[in-house]
């Protein structure tokens, strides 16, 4: 494992240490998990906003796409605990 110095403004250091308290970890551990957690959400957008790019390449491509109320049927059934078929493509250009 290396070591990283990360200087702090004194605001934000004292804020750390508070919530680690109430955590009932370390500030070292703290703030190692709250790098982790950020990396993790900034990998994820990163692939979600590739995929949609993609996403939208396919559909310009072929001219099908997903009816927006048929992805929220599905989104909203999907939620609720139920197994729903996936929405079919549909053209969107004659």
Do not use: C, N
């Amino acid at each position: 494992m290396s070591t990283t110095s990360l200087k702090l403004p004194e605001e934000l250091k004292t804020r750390a240490i508070a919530a680690a308290r109430l955590r009932g970890v370390t500030p070292h551990a703290f703030m190692v998990e709250a790098i982790r957690q950020t990396a993790e959400a900034t990998e994820k957008r990163a692939r979600l906003v590739a995929d949609a790019v993609a996403t939208r390449g396919r559909a310009r491509k072929t001219h099908k796409g997903y009816a927006p109320e048929d992805v929220r049927e599905y989104v909203m059934a999907r939620i609720a605990g139920k197994k729903p078929r996936k929405p079919k493509m549909k053209s969107w250009r004659s």
